[in-house]
């Protein structure tokens, strides 16, 4: 018994000290969420010093690059020339200052050169252009390259005559002669700048530039040497898979050639999906200014109907006693008009205005007043009624007519529209349907 209750209390305080509200179980989550936020931390600390060492480090790396090309452009050019690097770089920045280039100088040198092999050689040409700056082969040949430019471009530059010295600049440095010229004569005080400021380069800075310049394109060639060893391990597997693509390709080239009819009836659909839209837009213009021609047609019918209710409320006034009273009355006034000869004016002015009433105006007139000459008072009347009546059923008439005839030219439009529509939208559907089934055949024999 007392055994058991030691295993009860054991197991008791196993699951004490690891439940989650145990105070073990909130030291491990408090030291682990510390360690997250320290590791964190130095991440963080991490990113911020590799990004500050690139910002150092790049522009540093990128001066260093220039260096090392300048250097080893100036190593090499004393290479082909024999002219020291220490001179090469007084000549580079004196060259950059008056306009010129280092181009020039090397091409300048080099004609220089060979205008001295030529005047060695017997040339009178070259031998005369020396000796018009007052100097001879001999002289210069026991002088460096350099001091040969040096001695040169000085007495180039005391001639005053711009022409002579521009063609003996051209005679014994080629086309850059002149272009150097400016630098010719301020070469000392451009060469002592140079030393000034700290560009005139050592053989051995230039050595070393070429040496570093030297290990970057080598070092060039090895990235090429990875990209080139991945290419070609990678070709044999591209090959078959560009081959696959290509037998691909044949085979959907062999099917449409094979099928042609599905292909121009995948066409057809398409074209007429595009002309379905075509003509939705279209009838959305159609819709439009129908909108417009009922707004156009409503305002007239609103005109109509008001010289209609006007008319209809004449006439009404004309059928009452008062009315007919009173139209006796207008046409015994019309009857003395016309004998007093106003009737006739008027007449005449309605036949300039009106040519077709006129006529039916004087007839009325006439009979009223012979009517009234009887005196049959209700003769007159009636004649006038019949004239009013004869000249509403013409009018109304005339209205019924152009009704009619907008009815009638709504309908077709209508008609028009809705069947012409129909047969798009059947032909449409037919289309789709021999599409449709084209397209589960031609599918169920591939799967076949």
């Known amino acids: 018994m007392s055994g058991n209750a030691k295993g009860i209390r054991a197991g008791k305080a196993f699951v004490e000290i690891f439940a989650d509200d145990s105070r073990l179980m909130r030291g491990l989550k408090a030291a682990r969420q510390k360690l997250s936020a320290f590791g964190a931390g130095v991440r963080a600390a991490g990113l911020k010093m590799m990004g500050a060492g690139a910002a150092i480090a790049a522009p540093m790396m990128a001066a260093a690059k220039s260096a090392a090309d300048s250097g080893a452009a100036i190593y090499e050019m004393s290479k082909r020339t024999g002219m020291s690097v220490p001179n090469l770089s007084a000549l580079a920045y004196a060259s950059e200052m008056t306009g010129a280039s280092m181009e020039n100088v090397e091409v300048a040198v080099k004609k220089m050169q060979k205008a001295l092999f030529e005047a060695a050689q017997g040339g009178e040409k070259a031998q005369e252009a020396f000796a018009l700056l007052g100097l001879s082969v001999e002289d210069l040949a026991k002088l460096s390259p350099d001091q040969q430019f040096a001695l040169i471009a000085k007495r180039l530059s005391d001639i005053k005559d711009p022409a002579i010295k521009s063609g003996l600049a051209l005679e014994l440095f080629g086309r850059s002669g002149t272009a150097l ?264 024999n591939t799967w076949e």
């Open 181 to 444: 010229i400016p630098m010719m004569e301020n070469l000392e005080s451009l060469s002592g700048d140079a030393a000034k400021l700290g560009l005139i380069k050592t053989d051995e800075s230039a050595k070393e530039a070429k040496d570093f310049s030297d290990i970057l394109k080598i070092l060039g060639f090895a990235v090429k040497s990875v990209v080139n060893a991945i290419g070609s391990a990678l070709m044999p597997l591209l090959k078959q898979f560009a081959i696959k693509i290509i037998d691909a390709v044949l085979t959907v080239r062999n099917f449409i050639r094979e099928h042609k009819e599905l292909v121009v009836t995948i066409f057809q659909v398409a074209a007429a999906v595009m002309g379905i839209g075509a003509g939705l837009v279209a009838l959305s213009y159609i819709f439009t200014g129908l909108a417009s021609a009922v707004g156009v047609v409503s305002t007239v019918f609103g005109v109509v109907q008001t010289v209609i209710t006007a008319t209809i409320t004449v006439l009404t006034a004309m059928l009452t006693p008062i009315g007919l009273i009173v139209t006796a009355i207008v046409g015994l006034g019309a009857y003395f008009l016309y004998a007093s000869g106003a009737a006739g004016k008027a007449a005449d002015w309605l036949g300039g205005a009106f040519a077709t009433v006129a006529e039916d105006a004087k007839a009325s007139f006439g009979a009223i007043s012979n009517a009234l000459a009887g005196g049959d008072i209700v003769a007159a009347a009636k004649v006038l009624w019949a004239q009013l009546k004869m000249w509403w059923e013409q009018g109304t008439g005339w209205i019924s007519d152009i009704w009619n005839g907008a009815l009638l030219w709504m309908k077709q439009v209508f008609f028009e529209a809705v069947g012409g529509w129909r047969i798009i939208f059947e032909e449409m559907g037919h289309g789709l349907t021999v599409a449709w089934i084209e397209t589960t055949a031609f599918l169920s």
